[in-house]
């Protein structure tokens, strides 16, 4: 599937498009298909996103997991501070960007 | 320590001002990304993986402890409780937010700070050698030089469009504790029938094509030190490559034109400045000397130490090092904890670390490029209570210059460009060595680790250095030897194949088993390589 992805631009969070509007949690992504560059031209001039772009991912039963390592490193938080990531009580987060 | 005029001042504030509503205009969207984003770069506002991140620039990494504070309270009121020292000897934060940014700039330059030119292809924040003013091996304090070519370097219009950025360390000493050959500039201030001047080695870099900077000029007079670098700069400006951002630095266009043909048209267009009269008088220079004096050392002070505490005394022997005044001592704070990340500290530390400077070190300290800081002029009779507060902070790590004192760059957990995490791999090897307990056998073993090509954690100069490479969307890990940033600097060797994450850990041991092995008496893991060449590593490592 193909998701989009950005920062938004007041504080810089990663935010994942959902179909309405841009979540932070990249479970909430949907497949955007043929559309990512019309939703990113609109959504980038309207200010709601910055340095916004479109990534291949799969769904599986865990959820949506994005292809490039980048990218998950992105949903989830520096690896190396499971303090600060999205899911801090989860021990097996780490091994899910790798 | 260099404090601000009514000029810098001035200069400082509007500029956080114009950001302001700049950053206004942006949200707004009276400005584009496309607008807005040199602007912001121009203060030092990335945007990184998980957020903006902000670089602050630490003049030749000296600090007091107001600024120390300061930078622990950005931690805590503008980021995540922590701040991550790097080896330009600047701090960056990793979780800014845009609409914050001006009323942080606004509380650093309360306390004379700022993050102009900490990005773009402008003259960067000028480093220097960590224990300057304090070194006993020292001919002067480096940092007036390094704080004069700041004043110059500063908005100067015609280097705020450079072929790319531009970075210039200064020392005073023959021991090289800046990597000062490894910089676009290099200077080092040297002395000739009683002057002094500086000595040019221009052209070193890191990054995709590491190059070790020649000496184009032995001796500059010291009231020619600005025309000079002028120079230097103007002949880059002109012909450095614009075309293709992998050739535009400055060791490019030195490599390619040869270094007598570069130093050549240096000297015709230091010849032409010369004719300008517009050096700066020697008045500033003289005028910047005195808030580098000496601070008031105290004589007939006591220089033994009560070594009945084994972790007192081995944080003595691995962390404290020798200084130029007698009972003094400069003391190394290590930002390596055993499995800890290379660098970062917390707010808390922050602030600490702030108290300590101010008890101890005559309200001042230093950000080393390995990423440790320094309180350069601590009482030999103080080291006990100050390691006690140390250790209780968790900032007592004896480890200085061995294999648990990794540099390491942001990688993959925080950096856009990168291929690869660095941290973990630090992290790891830091557990490996202390848990096998070789650490101290193996002595001086500078082990450098970068994300990327781009070589920000210094890879090439390790004695032991890594390079993360992105294979077919794996992580994966080049192994280097040979490299280093002292005074014999010399670039790293890749070793072969690459290796994962848990190879690089062994691949990192067995080479150090191969050094315990072959090496001579009284030879670091670094001489030993240099007398034995690469294939004994080889063959150990890939059979
Ligand atoms: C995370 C944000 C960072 C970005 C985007 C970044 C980007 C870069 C790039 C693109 C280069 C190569 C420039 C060139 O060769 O033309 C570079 C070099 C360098 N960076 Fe960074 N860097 C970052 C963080 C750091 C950190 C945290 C440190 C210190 C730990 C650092 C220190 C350096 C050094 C020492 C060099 C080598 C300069 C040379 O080639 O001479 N950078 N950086
Ligand atoms: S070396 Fe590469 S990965 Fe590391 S901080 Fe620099 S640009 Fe980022």
Redesign the pocket.
């Known amino acids: 599937m193909k998701i989009l992805t950005g920062n938004d631009l007041k504080s810089g969070a990663v935010v994942w498009w959902d179909g309405t509007g841009w979540s932070i949690y990249v479970n909430e992504a949907v497949d955007v298909g043929e559309r990512a560059g019309e939703i990113l031209a609109r959504e980038q001039s309207a200010r709601r996103v910055n340095a916004a772009y479109a990534i291949e991912a799969s769904r599986d039963a865990n959820g949506v997991r994005p292809a490039h390592i980048k990218d998950r490193v992105r949903a989830l938080g520096p690896t190396v501070r499971p303090d600060l990531t999205l899911k801090p009580a989860d021990p097996e987060v780490g091994n899910w960007v790798i | 320590m260099y404090l601000y005029d009514q000029y810098d001042q001035a200069m400082v504030d509007a500029r956080v001002e114009e950001f302001r509503d700049q950053t206004r205009r942006r949200l707004e969207g009276k400005l584009s990304e496309d607008q807005f984003k040199p602007l912001r770069l121009m203060n030092g506002l990335?945007l990184?993986l998980h957020a903006y991140?902000l670089r602050v620039a630490i003049p030749y990494g000296t600090l007091n402890s107001r600024q120390m504070h300061m930078l622990a309270d950005i931690g805590n009121k503008y980021d995540r409780g922590y701040g991550?020292f790097?080896?330009?000897q600047n701090i960056?934060y990793n979780w800014i937010k845009l609409e914050e940014a001006p009323d942080l700039l606004a509380d650093l330059a309360s306390v004379e700070m700022h993050a102009i030119q900490t990005s773009g292809n402008c003259i960067r924040n000028i480093s220097s050698d960590h224990f300057a003013g304090a070194a006993a091996d020292e001919l002067v304090d480096p940092r007036p030089y390094a704080e004069l070519l700041r004043q110059w370097s500063s908005f100067h219009p015609e280097f705020s469009f450079l072929p790319?950025?531009f970075?210039i360390a200064v020392i005073a000493s023959d021991t090289d504790r800046a990597a000062m050959k490894?910089?676009?500039i290099g200077i080092q201030i040297v002395e000739r029938d009683g002057a002094l001047g500086a000595a040019f080695y221009v052209g070193?870099?890191?990054?995709?094509t590491p190059m070790v900077a020649p000496c184009i000029r032995e001796f500059v007079p010291l009231d020619q030190l600005v025309p000079y670098a002028e120079a230097c700069l103007r002949v880059y400006n002109r012909y450095g490559r614009r075309d293709n951002?992998y050739k535009?630095?400055i060791k490019i266009l030195v490599h390619e034109l040869g270094k007598e043909e570069y130093a050549r048209q240096v000297e015709e267009e230091f010849a032409h400045l010369l004719s300008q009269g517009i050096e700066p008088p020697l008045a500033e220079l003289e005028r910047i000397k005195p808030f580098f004096a000496d601070p008031e050392f105290e004589f007939g002070l006591p220089t033994g130490i009560d070594r009945s505490d084994p972790d007192f005394a081995l944080w003595v022997d691995r962390n404290a090092v020798p200084h130029k005044a007698p009972g003094y001592v400069s003391a190394v704070i290590s930002l390596k904890p055993v499995g800890g990340i290379p660098?970062d500290a917390s707010a808390a530390q922050m602030h600490e670390m702030a108290e300590l400077t101010k008890q101890y070190s005559f309200d001042e300290c230093r950000v080393t490029h390995t990423?440790n800081i320094v309180l350069p002029h601590v009482k030999i009779a103080d080291l006990h209570a100050l390691w006690t507060r140390l250790d209780a902070a968790g900032l007592a790590n004896p480890n200085i210059d061995t294999i648990e004192d990794i540099?390491a760059?942001?990688g993959l957990d925080?950096?856009?460009?990168a291929n690869a995490r660095s941290i973990p791999v630090a992290q790891k090897i830091s557990q490996r060595f202390s848990a096998n307990g070789r650490t101290a056998e193996l002595g001086e073993l500078k082990l450098k680790i970068s994300g990327c090509i781009?070589?920000?954690?210094?890879h090439h100069a390790g004695h032991i250095g890594i390079l993360g490479v992105d294979k077919k969307g794996v992580e994966n890990y080049q192994l280097l030897l040979g490299g280093s940033e002292a005074q014999d600097t010399s670039l790293a060797r890749i070793t072969g194949p690459g290796f994962d994450e848990p190879g690089i850990v062994d691949a990192v041991e067995t080479v150090t088993d191969v050094y315990l092995r072959e090496r001579d008496a009284g030879e670091r893991f670094l001489d030993t390589y240099r007398r034995i060449g690469m294939e004994p590593f080889k063959e150990a490592l890939y059979g």
């Open positions: 990335y990184q991140m991550h790097t080896t330009r960056q790319r950025k970075k490894l910089h676009d070193g870099g890191m990054g995709r951002k535009a630095r660098g990423q540099i760059c942001p925080y950096c856009s460009l781009n070589a920000c954690g210094h």
